[in-house]
């Protein structure tokens, strides 16, 4: 493989990181909430799209696509004359005109649409785009694969479907995807394939629990040879043990599905990830009070960064941890203590790759210290974003992260993921086991170089809020 670094086209070239204002193929169009879906089918025909709005009267609106008039019309034996609000869906997913197209895409992947309408800052409609209007052919496949998951009938089609993920994730990758955009499809079609491994396990015995993602997959940050942290939110009426079994079920469906489960035993079958809601509201009263007891730290982080995937629950375990911790700054200073405490790993690392000798662990080593400083940086600024890049894109000027720390953090985390991504996809092609250890050796002379200045760049900024301490209180 070449040195070149996979960057974004130019503005001028690639809608990915223009705003989507700018990529609107005119007027969105409406059809009456008293028309038929024959009138919206006709609409559709006329304007050439893929789908019609529907003003309905409390101001909002309903949207209808082809897929909606073949699932809900066509298939359900309904007829031409069928009122267009029985095949609309309601409320609908929009962005802000201003919101990049790569981000916008992400949305839409997350959100399992192909259209969202486009809102001006007053929350008019402006327009409707499209995920044609945002796709390379590469990313395509990301949507085609997210939804053949989805439609999986049983264990074994599951199975067969999510062995295609390592396919997809080469292709996003030779076709030069951002090494962001492919972690952020890989991780929305990893908790697509959870989501549905749950239907398919966990529906049967219709449990009261809500189970959640932890980890680079919840941060949106996932790479070949990430496994999968989970936790389960359990009802008050349910035993573990019953929950625990059901959950060692399901990741052994995960596992056949070339998804392994965290080999460090952070999982929702053990009963430590496994807590009635209220259990884990105390759990985390205690890890604020204490966070060197029963790993608290360690658990307080890894729930800030949660999300959930499956459930009817939705406690929102994330919002809620980070909104106690900015009312604790003991807790929170020990987590910017955790993050700039790093120096130890970056230290022989720089010495590493000056003498080409030796192993590198390019997640512990260089892209972890950056996820800490993220996550405090991001609680403390009240995002509720879990993305590394967004928690210290919304940081920065607040008095927590200088502009330019910001900046170079975010981008020295780029060009860790970019290697990572090239060398784990290097070892998919090769039929190695795929992991995050990497000769320093073996690095071209273009990213040895890029990445000693990254670590250069990341203990500059370690060192400087190790020095400056959080803001005052």
Same mark, same amino acid.
């Given at each position: 493989?070449?040195?070149?670094?996979?960057?974004?086209?130019?503005?001028?070239?690639?809608?990915?990181?223009?705003?989507?204002?700018?990529?609107? +193929? @005119?007027?969105?169009? /409406?059809?009456? *909430?008293? &028309?038929?879906?024959? %009138?919206?089918?006709? #609409?559709?025909? !006329?304007? $050439?799209?893929?789908?019609?709005?529907?003003?309905?009267?409390?101001?909002?609106?309903?949207?209808?696509?082809?897929?909606?008039?073949?699932?809900?019309?066509?298939?359900?034996?309904?007829?031409?004359?069928?009122?267009?609000?029985?095949?609309?869906?309601?409320?609908?997913?929009?962005?802000?005109?201003?919101?990049?197209?790569?981000?916008?895409?992400?949305?839409?992947?997350?959100?399992?649409?192909?259209?969202?309408?486009?809102?001006?800052?007053?929350?008019?409609?402006?327009?409707?785009?499209?995920?044609?209007?945002?796709?390379?052919?590469?990313? +395509? @496949?990301?949507?085609? /694969?997210?939804? *053949?998951? &989805?439609?999986?009938? %049983?264990?074994?089609? #599951?199975?067969? !479907?999510? $062995?295609?993920?390592?396919?997809?994730?080469?292709?996003?990758?030779?076709?030069?995807?951002?090494?962001?955009?492919?972690?952020?499809?890989?991780?929305?079609?990893?908790?697509?394939?959870?989501?549905?491994?749950?239907?398919?396990?966990?529906?049967?015995?219709?449990?009261?629990?809500?189970?959640?993602?932890?980890?680079?997959?919840?941060?949106?940050?996932?790479?070949?040879?990430?496994?999968?942290?989970?936790?389960?939110?359990?009802?008050?009426?349910?035993?573990?043990?019953?929950?625990?079994?059901?959950?060692?079920?399901?990741?052994?469906?995960?596992?056949?599905?070339?998804?392994?489960?965290? *080999?460090?035993?952070?999982?929702? %079958?053990?009963?430590?990830?496994?807590?009635?809601?209220?259990?884990?509201?105390?759990?985390?009263?205690?890890?604020?009070?204490?966070?060197?007891?029963?790993?608290?730290?360690?658990?307080?982080?890894?729930?800030?960064?949660?999300?959930?995937?499956?459930?009817?629950?939705?406690?929102?375990?994330?919002?809620?941890?980070?909104?106690?911790?900015?009312?604790?700054?003991?807790?929170?200073?020990?987590?910017?203590?955790?993050?700039?405490?790093?120096?130890?790993?970056?230290?022989?690392?720089?010495?590493?790759?000056?003498?080409?000798?030796?192993?590198?662990?390019?997640?512990?080593?260089?892209?972890?210290?950056?996820?800490?400083?993220?996550?405090?940086?991001?609680?403390?600024?009240?995002?509720?974003?879990?993305?590394?890049?967004?928690?210290?894109?919304?940081?920065?000027?607040?008095?927590?992260?200088?502009?330019?720390?910001?900046?170079?953090?975010?981008?020295?985390?780029?060009?860790?993921?970019?290697?990572?991504?090239?060398?784990?996809?290097?070892?998919?092609?090769?039929?190695?086991?795929?992991?995050?250890?990497?000769?320093?050796?073996?690095?071209?002379?273009?990213?040895?170089?890029?990445?000693?200045?990254?670590?250069?760049?990341?203990?500059?900024?370690?060192?400087?809020?190790?020095?400056?301490?959080?803001?005052?209180?």
């Amino acid at each position: 493989m070449d040195e070149q670094v996979n960057r974004r086209p130019s503005v001028a070239t690639s809608p990915a990181i223009r705003p989507v204002g700018e990529l609107l +193929r @005119g007027r969105a169009p /409406l059809c009456p *909430a008293t &028309a038929t879906v024959r %009138d919206a089918a006709v #609409l559709m025909t !006329t304007t $050439r799209r893929r789908c019609v709005l529907v003003p309905l009267a409390d101001g909002s609106h309903g949207i209808v696509t082809e897929g909606d008039l073949t699932r809900r019309v066509v298939a359900a034996g309904l007829g031409p004359n069928t009122p267009v609000t029985a095949a609309m869906t309601s409320p609908v997913h929009t962005c802000p005109a201003d919101r990049l197209g790569a981000d916008a895409l992400r949305d839409m992947l997350e959100c399992g649409v192909r259209t969202m309408p486009v809102l001006s800052t007053r929350g008019e409609v402006l327009g409707i785009v499209e995920d044609a209007d945002l796709l390379a052919g590469a990313a +395509r @496949g990301g949507f085609l /694969l997210r939804g *053949a998951v &989805a439609r999986t009938a %049983d264990t074994d089609q #599951l199975i067969a !479907t999510a $062995r295609q993920i390592p396919a997809l994730v080469l292709d996003l990758h030779r076709a030069r995807v951002a090494p962001t955009d492919v972690s952020a499809i890989l991780s929305v079609i990893v908790d697509a394939t959870v989501a549905r491994a749950l239907d398919l396990v966990a529906a049967r015995a219709a449990p009261d629990l809500t189970w959640l993602s932890l980890g680079s997959v919840a941060r949106r940050e996932a790479l070949p040879n990430s496994d999968l942290d989970t936790a389960v939110v359990v009802g008050a009426d349910i035993e573990t043990d019953t929950v625990t079994a059901l959950a060692a079920r399901v990741h052994d469906l995960l596992d056949s599905c070339g998804l392994r489960a965290d *080999a460090k035993g952070a999982t929702a %079958d053990r009963t430590r990830f496994s807590r009635s809601h209220q259990r884990w509201l105390g759990a985390v009263e205690g890890w604020i009070a204490d966070p060197f007891t029963d790993r608290g730290l360690v658990m307080l982080s890894m729930l800030a960064d949660s999300r959930e995937t499956w459930g009817d629950g939705r406690p929102h375990l994330a919002e809620w941890v980070a909104t106690r911790l900015r009312t604790a700054p003991a807790a929170t200073r020990l987590l910017l203590r955790q993050a700039v405490d790093e120096p130890a790993r970056l230290h022989p690392l720089r010495r590493l790759l000056t003498r080409r000798t030796g192993n590198i662990d390019l997640k512990a080593d260089a892209a972890m210290p950056v996820v800490n400083i993220a996550r405090w940086a991001g609680i403390c600024a009240g995002v509720s974003d879990r993305s590394t890049t967004e928690r210290l894109r919304a940081a920065a000027g607040t008095g927590l992260l200088l502009d330019d720390d910001a900046r170079v953090l975010s981008e020295s985390f780029e060009v860790v993921q970019q290697i990572r991504l090239r060398h784990q996809c290097e070892l998919l092609e090769q039929g190695h086991a795929v992991t995050d250890e990497i000769a320093a050796g073996s690095l071209t002379p273009l990213f040895r170089s890029l990445l000693s200045e990254a670590v250069r760049e990341i203990a500059g900024v370690q060192r400087r809020l190790s020095y400056a301490g959080p803001p005052a209180d």
